[in-house]
């Protein structure tokens, strides 16, 4: 036996080029039948991945949104509100863009009409 041939008395050497070449053509031929016929199948998974993303996630934040900017629209001086930094208060001036809340007797913060997070039931102050 000689050094390049193994058990088998194959006179066919492995060339990997010319197998690999082999494979690859394959490979491109079942890619071009396959992918030809789905057209808009391809597209669906994106459109309801879209629609989606619609109805959970863009949707419900413009409601948030559009309910925040009524509740900014409809501060009064004596409202009871709350702040995103938690700090509660009476509104003693309304302005465009900014407010004046009462946190104690004498003590006025002005703060954005932004900040305003929530409007509190009347007397919840007297409360707490």
Same mark, same amino acid.
């Given at each position: 036996?000689?050094?390049?041939?193994?058990?088998?008395?194959?006179?066919?050497?492995?060339?990997?080029?010319?197998?690999?070449?082999?494979?690859?053509?394959?490979?491109?031929?079942?890619?071009?039948? #396959? /992918? @030809?016929?789905? %057209?808009?199948?391809?597209?669906?998974?994106?459109?309801? +991945?879209?629609?989606?993303?619609?109805?959970?996630?863009?949707?419900?934040?413009?409601?948030?949104?559009?309910?925040?900017?009524?509740?900014?629209?409809?501060?009064?001086?004596?409202?009871?509100?709350?702040? #995103? /930094? @938690?700090?509660? %208060?009476?509104?003693?001036?309304?302005?465009?863009?900014? +407010?004046?809340?009462?946190?104690?007797?004498?003590?006025?913060?002005?703060?954005?009409?932004?900040?305003?997070?929530?409007?509190?039931?009347?007397?919840?102050?007297?409360?707490?």
């Amino acid at each position: 036996m000689s050094p390049g041939e193994g058990l088998c008395n194959n006179t066919h050497r492995f060339e990997p080029g010319v197998a690999m070449e082999f494979l690859i053509s394959n490979a491109y031929a079942q890619a071009a039948l #396959t /992918g @030809g016929g789905q %057209g808009m199948m391809g597209f669906l998974p994106l459109a309801i +991945l879209f629609i989606a993303f619609y109805f959970f996630l863009i949707r419900p934040q413009m409601k948030r949104q559009k309910d925040h900017s009524k509740l900014l629209e409809g501060l009064h001086k004596g409202d009871e509100v709350v702040t #995103t /930094g @938690g700090v509660l %208060g009476r509104i003693s001036e309304v302005a465009d863009n900014y +407010l004046k809340v009462e946190v104690a007797k004498g003590v006025e913060l002005k703060v954005q009409k932004q900040a305003v997070s929530s409007v509190l039931p009347k007397g919840t102050l007297k409360e707490i």
